[in-house]
């Protein structure tokens, strides 16, 4: 890269679409992970904060693990993997393009979760694409988006993530208007007082973002329940919160907030990482 060195994630994404750059960038941190580049367009987020697309088509059963070894014993190259499976009939090549970008911007959002570490830039490594990608820029500000709506739903979005939610003792699979869609019954299913919203999403193969919304939504509808929620400290959490379902879908995108500064030697503040794919 030439001049000045990016002062966050969101401006080295933008250096690097405007270079046109393939290659992966190492984010550090917790969770941090790997950002796969195409041409400048954000291809794939790889972190251990959301299921990946691997999961995503395998958990929820849209290949079998069978088609999937053998998919990838025909086709090593995963640049090349969602082609062979589309040519082979185990998916269809807008289901792929949808599954595939919809993990980006999931991963996106993890990440954001966490202040991140440092960064490094390395070769291109194999990673199953979004294809033609996603503009960093979308990316930036739709994890700012979704970073906000939970705010203003829930409270931080980084404390939603270590809460175990609980069923509410007598509750029944159907929510207080009498219908309980099936999205939120397979979530509910995973409620046991232990797991995470980002357990559950892993075991559901289900976007960690759409699960931390259906969570909040089935606390409106008093079938879940949290556990008490401190802080850092020890102290219980003051964050506001405002849980219902039916604004959910009704808040505006936000301006994009920047992510924490790189700074040699440490780790920067607080940031956010984001995504939005057009429509």
């Known amino acids: 890269m030439t001049a000045l060195t990016p002062r966050n994630v ?8 405007e270079e046109s750059f393939s290659g992966t960038v190492r984010v550090s941190g917790l969770p941090g992970g790997s950002i796969h580049l195409r041409n400048g367009l954000v291809g794939a987020i790889e972190t251990p904060g959301a299921p990946t ?10 290949i079998s693990d069978e088609d999937w070894l053998a998919a990838c014993a025909a086709e090593p190259d995963a640049d090349r993997l969602g082609g062979h499976l589309v040519a082979e009939g185990l998916t269809g090549a807008a ?3 949808v599954v595939c970008t919809a993990a980006v911007f999931d991963a996106a959002f993890a990440m954001a979760l966490s202040p991140p570490g440092s960064w490094e830039l390395s070769d291109r490594e194999s990673a199953l694409v979004a294809e033609p990608g996603v503009e960093p820029r979308q990316l930036t500000e739709e994890t700012s988006r979704r970073m906000a709506l939970l705010s203003r739903l829930w409270g931080p979005p980084g404390e939603l993530t270590r809460v175990r939610p609980a069923p509410v003792a007598g509750a029944g699979p159907r929510g207080s208007d009498g219908w309980l869609a099936r999205r939120h019954r397979d979530v ?20 960690l973002y759409a699960v931390m919304l259906d969570l909040i939504r089935m606390e409106a509808l008093n079938l879940v329940q949290w556990e008490t929620r401190t802080t850092a400290d020890g102290r219980p959490s003051t964050a506001p919160r405002v849980p219902q379902a039916d604004t959910i879908t009704a808040v505006r995108a936000p301006e994009a907030a920047p992510l924490p500064k790189r700074r040699p030697g440490g780790a920067p503040p607080a940031q956010d990482v984001g995504p939005k794919k057009g429509g």
């Not at 969101?10 to 679409?17: E, I, K, M, V, Y």
């Not at 999961?55 to 059963?61: D, E, P, R, V």
């Not at 509910?188 to 976007?207: C, E, H, K, M, Q």
């Open 53 to 62: 697309v691997t999961s995503a088509l395998l958990t929820s059963g849209r």
């Open 95 to 97: 289901e792929l393009e």
């Open 10 to 17: 969101p401006a080295l994404l933008l250096r690097l679409r």
């Open 188 to 207: 509910l299913a995973g409620v046991n007082g232990r797991r995470t919203p980002r357990d559950i999403a892993f075991a559901l193969g289900r976007g």
